[in-house]
């Protein structure tokens, strides 16, 4: 298997094949934070809660998930082991199936999923600048264009997933994102109004803060795969 045989999950990643520091992890969760369904998880709490009740669940709830994600993270860093390989350990050969299996249709479900919610941008975005009859407009296009992009990612493993494409360029386009989005906000909207606007109370706050917290454990199952070519474990935690 490729390099040795380090991306084996039955295997444990050696001490010279963890070479992923904080920076590199931090572009990782960063980017996997910033995703178009994440963002819109925002907009379920704010119909509820309002723009500041909204924002007090999600730094609240963010502040619990990652934390908790962060220290199941550092397991991995120290066995060098993928989460499921991780769970062996406590459930046995047997115990650890079907947990695995689940995993496994998770997976297969949330890249599909992912793979459509891009084509439906993609090919929506290219009707408004070329117009329904382009090229480009196609949905079927888009649909091979990002399942091919997803399959050589997923081919050619994380450390060169995070090294190569986030840190050198995934990251600033993500950045460039953020702060082109926050620009069109504040040119755009009534902060002001927006802010003292009160939720219809349709949605308590623990439940908000319950959906937050259980945006970054759908990584639990993953967390380990990654922080196991981490440096260290300090590293892994704040990465």
Wanted: glycine share 12%; charged share 10%; net charge positive.
């Amino acid at each position: 298997m490729k390099n040795n045989g380090i991306y084996s999950p039955q295997a444990a990643v050696p001490e010279k094949s963890r070479v992923l520091g904080w920076p590199d992890l931090f572009s990782l969760w960063f980017s996997l934070g910033m995703g178009l369904m994440v963002l819109q998880a925002g907009a379920i709490l704010a119909p509820g809660l309002g723009l500041a009740g909204s924002l007090a669940a999600v730094v609240l709830g963010s502040a619990v998930g990652v934390a908790l994600l962060a220290l199941a993270g550092v397991i991995g860093g120290q066995t060098g082991m993928s989460s499921m390989a991780s769970l062996k350990l406590s459930l046995g050969k047997r115990g650890v199936a079907l947990p695995v299996l689940f995993n496994l249709i998770q997976l297969i479900g949330w890249g599909a999923f992912e793979i459509v919610v891009m084509r439906d941008a993609a090919s929506l975005l290219a009707k408004r600048a070329w117009g329904d009859g382009s090229f480009w407009a196609n949905p079927t296009l888009w649909t091979f264009i990002f399942g091919a992009v997803a399959t050589l990612l997923a081919a050619s493993g994380p450390l060169a997933f995070i090294r190569l494409v986030l840190r050198r360029w995934g990251i600033w386009l993500l950045l460039a994102s953020c702060a082109w989005l926050t620009g069109y906000l504040f040119l755009h909207a009534d902060l002001s109004s927006l802010w003292h606007k009160a939720g219809d109370g349709s949605m308590p706050f623990a439940l908000a803060c319950d959906i937050v917290v259980s945006m970054a454990f759908s990584w639990l199952p993953l967390v380990s795969d990654y922080t196991r070519f981490g440096k260290s474990a300090r590293q892994n935690f704040w990465g």
